[in-house]
């Protein structure tokens, strides 16, 4: 949504406009909102959010031979997610896909909406397929449980995506440890709506949450979101995107074939991890910010005072969680010990950050494939 359009939401008592989207970073208190969000008691405006639709009788068949996710026997109001890689097995972009028999519906970042569109027109052809971007649906999110949001229908199934990053996919796979994984309790999904309907939905007596309440429950989950997380060189690995966007035993698709090798034979060369930051200072961190080894910057009066910060990644999403209290997540090289204190430079500011494994060190290599020995070596 353009900050030029006033969000209906806008009326309610307490907004403060979140200045990328104009919609509610948050309503005057952001540990509260999250309370409401997560137990299923107010909705989201996800004004980051935007809409395309595929038509045409081909359409479930092609959008499968483009992206990494098994598409084509997609059932009605089944929900799923899949990624556009570049041919390296870079991602280029994720949407959100639902089905209602007649058109493909595909929720993306909306600051990559137009750029996606145009994309997969031109990959049309001569398929059977139209692609059109929709600024006339909105997108409200809400955990389980929310009552009073009335779903598009156009087709005679309402247009409800239910996010499955709790579980592993068919055909996808975990890196993180499942027990301890805090995705168990995400029931996140995205309602789509009249744009024209806002209003009423605004005027109603429903509760509502801040992006910022949204923002701070997506990193407490692990969930990595294409804006934030992903940059140029990002592949689905590092961010454990296996396990809800990728199918590993579909037909073939771009960058398919890095996907393939590097789960089978290599290992991601970076890993998102959970950052528990350090609050006493009142510094969140913002994306981008450097993450280093905790150490390598000397303090005044330690032995080897100026040594320089041995730099090992750099935070993507930072937010103040309810709970957990401040919290980030941050893309960090491979070799980084998983035991290693880290520090997050914030605003010329030292942030201390304990690091919890979302994508382990050890990820890859799922075929085993036994090291030859090399030719002349002497066995002992």
Not at 126 to 132: F, G, K, P, S
Not at 221 to 239: G, Y
Request: with cysteine.
């Amino acid at each position: 949504m353009s900050t030029e359009t006033p969000t209906p939401f806008a009326a309610r008592p307490g907004f403060v406009a979140d200045e990328a989207t104009g919609v509610a970073a948050h309503y005057g208190n952001p540990l509260s909102e999250q309370r409401d969000l997560a137990a299923g008691r107010a909705l989201v405006e996800a004004g980051h959010r935007a809409v395309i639709t595929v038509t045409g009788p081909d359409r479930l068949s092609w959008l499968d031979s483009l992206t990494s996710q098994s598409l084509k026997g997609l059932a009605p109001g089944q929900s799923s997610e899949t990624l556009l890689l570049d041919p390296s097995g870079r991602v280029e972009h994720a949407a959100a896909v639902l089905d209602d028999g007649v058109t493909t519906w595909l929720i993306v970042e909306a600051t990559e909406a137009e750029a996606f569109a145009q994309w997969l027109d031109r990959m049309r052809f001569l398929l059977r397929v139209e692609v059109a971007e929709r600024p006339d649906v909105a997108v409200v999110g809400a955990f389980a449980g929310l009552q009073g949001v009335e779903a598009l229908a156009p087709n005679g199934l309402p247009l409800v995506w239910e996010d499955g990053w709790g579980e592993v996919a068919e055909g996808g796979v975990a890196y993180a440890d499942e027990p301890s994984h805090p995705a168990r309790d995400w029931t996140y999904r995205e309602t789509l709506v009249s744009r024209d309907a806002l209003a009423e939905l605004a005027s109603s007596p429903v509760p509502a949450a801040g992006l910022l309440a949204l923002e701070a429950l997506r990193i407490a989950a692990w969930r990595p979101r294409l804006a934030l997380e992903v940059d140029e060189r990002s592949i689905p690995h590092e961010l454990d995107w296996l396990r809800s966007a990728v199918h590993l035993d579909k037909g073939c698709y771009r960058g398919q074939e890095t996907v393939a090798k590097v789960h089978n034979l290599g290992h991601p060369p970076r890993r998102l991890v959970m950052l528990h930051l350090d609050g006493s200072d009142n510094v969140l961190p913002a994306h981008g910010d450097t993450v280093s080894i905790a150490g390598t910057v000397a303090e005044a009066g330690d032995e080897g005072a100026g040594a320089p910060a041995r730099e090992v990644g750099q935070v993507t999403s930072a937010a103040v969680h309810y709970e957990l209290g401040p919290i980030a997540l941050a893309v960090v090289k491979r070799s980084t010990p998983v035991d290693a204190g880290l520090v997050v430079d914030a605003q010329d500011t030292a942030v201390a950050a304990a690091q919890e494994t979302i994508v382990p060190p050890s990820a890859g290599a799922a075929a085993g494939v036994p090291r030859m020995p090399r030719l002349g070596a002497v066995r002992r």
